[in-house]
């Protein structure tokens, strides 16, 4: 009955041991998979002359669109400016591209759209905010777009980042002062 025993642990780790055939379905591991995704990300988001656009309708039931301009850095910095207040002035803040339900930019410091992500002001929508966030799920390229996704299910949404202009840098004090 050892004996038995025996030969069935040890062919039970002969085959263990055995090379795993590759996954068809992907030709590298995840965090190959990962580091490739995180590489284009961060190429598209550096490469932008003007940067990017992003107008984002965080419940259109509720709220209009709020518009970010975002200037990246390959060292995880972003210039970022938005029609969200009474002032023109672009911040510096942080961003991280991380690995969670995908590949995922975060902005990581605060700048302007955590606004939207502030349950606490304005205090007329306190304990709710804008209902916004400020991490997002890389889905890749379409036409000159970003395609991301917003985590949260209540307020799941696709959102691209398209290409900003001289322009739309020039214009946001403009649309700022119109929104206030």
């Known amino acids: 009955m050892k004996k038995i025993i025996f030969t069935l642990i ?10 795993n055939e590759p996954d068809s379905l992907f030709d590298k591991n995840p965090s190959e998979r990962f580091e490739e995704s995180q590489a284009e990300l961060r190429e598209e988001l550096t490469t932008a002359q003007q940067g990017w656009k992003l107008t984002y309708f965080t419940n259109d039931k509720k709220f209009g669109g709020f518009t970010f301009l975002m200037k ?4 995880g910095l ?3 400016n938005s029609d969200m207040g009474l002032t023109s002035s672009s911040t510096t803040s942080k961003y991280e591209i991380q690995e ?7 902005f990581t410091t605060k700048n302007y ?7 606490y002001t304005p205090t007329d929508l306190r304990g709710k905010g804008y209902e916004g966030e400020f991490q997002f799920i890389y889905y890749g390229k379409e036409g000159n777009k970003l395609k991301f996704r917003t985590q949260r299910k209540a ?4 959102v ?3 290409p900003a202009t001289a322009e739309d840098w020039n214009n946001i004090h403009n649309t700022a002062t119109n929104v206030a």
């Open 78 to 80: 972003v210039e970022m």
């Open 72 to 75: 990246f850095t390959p060292e």
């Open 113 to 119: 759209i955590h606004e939207l992500s502030d349950a």
């Open 155 to 158: 307020t799941e949404q696709y």
């Open 160 to 162: 691209y980042f398209e």
């Open 10 to 19: 040890v062919l039970a780790t002969l085959v263990a041991c055995q090379k």
């Open 100 to 106: 969670g339900q995908g590949t995922m930019l975060v």
